[in-house]
């Protein structure tokens, strides 16, 4: 199989066919001897990252591949011991810069915070989270101090832009099987996807609400949590490196139970803040922060693990 680097005009063989993108993923960081989490499978032309889950046989050739840096670094004249806007743990030792709104954060933390507000919140700007700030903060700011690699500021770069144009677009919806945008002859809820429909041999429709592939008596609630449960169960198992805990869901469910957002963990320790509610918990175990202090031990630390947890309840 063939891949490119997005940010490359060489063109490399992977000398087998992965059926899966995680297949595909794990075969190519081995080749560039860094961890399958780091190396992305995307289309830049519609800025969409696949899930691990897809298999590749239907996607572009080559595939288009995104890779990350293992190692974001500080430079030292923009270290500072302000407290990070996102991570407040005291006893937190990775190095954090200061914006230029004067607010602080780690490099992992500035990417983590831009990669889910251009992705999962798809806005064209990405904005200070410390508390009556909000200040906008430009790309190349967020390039150069989240320490992103050629093929990061392309995909992202080019996402921003994506972003732009589509934010307010109420005729047009994004197909959640292909990832094309597709637009609304009507104002009934059903929306066909020509590409897919074609690929299929019959017609594939979805619903503009909620996402979910189309069914009789369909109901939006229930189809979205089914997908938001398949998100959750397919998440692939990670290693929490610095609090050495292994086979944890890379993917959780905020347990404030009146915010339940998507996270993601993408490097350091086990202490998560949500984005979304502020809520501080373990990623792990999920027990929430008393006081600002996990209730499983310090940062660094292991505890249990939680298992993938269940959507439905509560419900």
Known sequence: MLFQQISSDSIQCLGENPLTIRDAKEKIASKFGIYQYYVEVVNLEEGIIYESSRATYSLPKPLQIMVGNPNRRVPSYLVTTEPDMIEQDENDEEPRLKMSCGHAITPDNLFGHMKNTL?????????CLTNGCHAEWDMREI?????????????????????????????TSECPECGQFCQRQTDALPTRCTSCSKKKGVAYEFCWSCKSPWITDHQCSKRELEAFQRILNEAPRKRIDMSNIEEVPSKRMCPNG?????????????????????????????????????????YNQPCIVAPVQNVFEGN
């Open 258 to 298: 009146s915010c339940r957002y998507l996270i993601e963990h993408l490097k350091a320790c086990k202490t998560m803040t949500c984005t979304k509610c502020r809520t501080v918990f373990c990623f792990s175990c999920l027990k929430v922060a008393v006081n600002g202090q996990l209730q499983c031990g310090n």
């Open 119 to 127: 992705m999962c919140e798809v806005k064209p700007v990405v904005c």
């Open 143 to 171: 390039v150069r101090k989240a320490d992103m690699t050629d093929d990061e500021r392309v995909f992202y770069e080019c996402k921003i832009s994506f972003n732009s144009v589509n934010q307010e677009n109420d005729i």
